[in-house]
């Protein structure tokens, strides 16, 4: 599986963005997906996770409640939904994908990974 993120730009505080992952292959729905960030110094921490049939997701505290992951089988896509955006959120994007379709958070677990995509909050 390949995976390309898109989406990333700059937004004031509060704002709200949306990333888009597109997926190459045929098996994009036998994986969990994931979204993982990596601020500037920082190591990649996981943001939000998504079963392989979307019934199960998982967020990390800081962004429960404001973010969301989906995702469409049948376009082969996965997306985060960003509201209420806070200047912490800054950093690289990573989609990813995992050989096991439940939900999980280590980042040891995603197989595939695509090249980031950078979302910078202005306050």
């Known amino acids: 599986v390949q995976l390309q993120a898109s989406g990333g730009g700059l937004v004031q505080a509060g704002g709200s963005r949306v990333l888009s992952c597109a997926a190459s292959?045929?098996?994009?729905?036998?994986?969990?997906m994931g979204w993982f960030r990596q601020a500037p110094g920082q190591e990649r921490e996981f943001v939000a996770s998504?079963?392989?049939?979307?019934?199960?997701?998982y967020y990390a505290d800081s962004v429960k409640g404001r973010f969301t992951i989906s995702r469409d089988n049948t376009k082969s896509m996965a997306y985060l939904q960003m509201n209420s955006l806070k200047p912490e959120d800054t950093a690289v994007y990573y989609c990813?994908?995992?050989?096991?379709?439940?939900?999980?958070?280590?980042?040891?677990?995603?197989?595939?990974w695509g090249q980031g995509t950078l979302v910078t909050v202005s306050s």
């Open positions: 990813a994908g995992s050989s096991i379709g439940q939900v999980s958070t280590p980042t040891r677990l995603y197989l595939y």
């Open positions: 292959g045929r098996t994009f729905s036998r994986y969990g």
């Open positions: 998504i079963s392989w049939d979307g019934r199960s997701t």
